[in-house]
């Protein structure tokens, strides 16, 4: 099956701008969906599509995708984003709809 | 709204069956829509899908873990069920159901199932 890799931590100041990436062979063919995981809680999807939030979702999240890279942003990143970030998509390498997940993104808040 | 709810044993000992069941409330698993799905997560660690079954019976699974994952649904309880034998400590993780429609949407608040003699 195909592999999603992510950085393992990521840091950034309060109010400012970062990007957490996710890189895969699967993300040429798909679309990766993002998920944040605070502590003790069941992750939550923040982004999935080309760049779609759900319902509650605050604004300063998005996604994008280049060739075998997908990004999510936080522009303007709050005390309350400081979680684990991850992503996932199909999988590409066979012939049925397997899924696959990074290893996952500690955003630390500074 | 719809929403997810895992049950089953806490602790499995080893070599023996891990068994959960997820329910469906708020909404009808045989709706068509989605895929109902397992994942877990040992401490510490990432997430690893399990595996995810169609209304219909229709199953596809993690290629690491075919052998041994069974998943059932009973659209009667509005239900669906993972099975998971010959467990060992590899295996002791929290279990989350998960709705997915091209991504895991909706989720449960997941399950300890730790595996000890």
């Known amino acids: 099956s195909s592999e999603l890799t992510q950085d393992p931590a990521v840091s950034v100041a309060l109010g400012q701008t970062v990007r957490i990436t996710c890189q895969g062979d699967s993300l040429r063919s798909y679309y990766a969906s993002w998920y944040q995981q605070k502590p003790g809680q069941a992750p939550v999807l923040v982004i999935y599509g080309k760049n779609n939030r759900p319902s509650g979702i605050p604004d300063r999240f998005s996604g994008s995708s280049s060739g075998n890279t997908a990004s999510l942003t936080i522009t303007g990143a709050q005390a309350e984003d400081e979680a684990d970030y991850y992503c996932?998509?199909?999988?590409?390498?066979?012939?049925?709809?397997?899924?696959?997940f990074g290893g996952g993104t500690k955003l630390t808040v500074l | 709204q719809v929403q997810l709810q895992e049950s089953g044993p806490g602790l499995v000992k080893p070599s023996q069956t891990l068994s959960l069941t997820c329910t469906v409330s708020?909404?009808?698993?045989?709706?068509?829509?989605?895929?109902w799905s397992w994942i877990r997560q040992p401490p510490g660690k990432g997430l690893e899908w399990i595996g995810y079954i169609y209304y219909s019976g229709s199953t596809y699974y993690n290629p690491s873990l075919k052998s041994r994952v069974t998943i059932s649904v009973d659209t009667s309880k509005n239900q669906f069920s993972l099975k998971l034998p010959s467990v060992t400590a590899a295996d002791t993780a929290v279990y989350y159901c998960?709705?997915?429609?091209?991504?895991?949407?909706?989720w449960g608040q997941g399950t300890m199932v730790t595996v000890s003699s």
């Open positions: 708020g909404g009808s698993i045989s709706s068509g829509d989605y895929y």
């Open positions: 996932n998509s199909r999988d590409s390498s066979g012939n049925h709809p397997d899924v696959v």
């Open positions: 998960a709705r997915w429609d091209h991504a895991f949407d909706i």
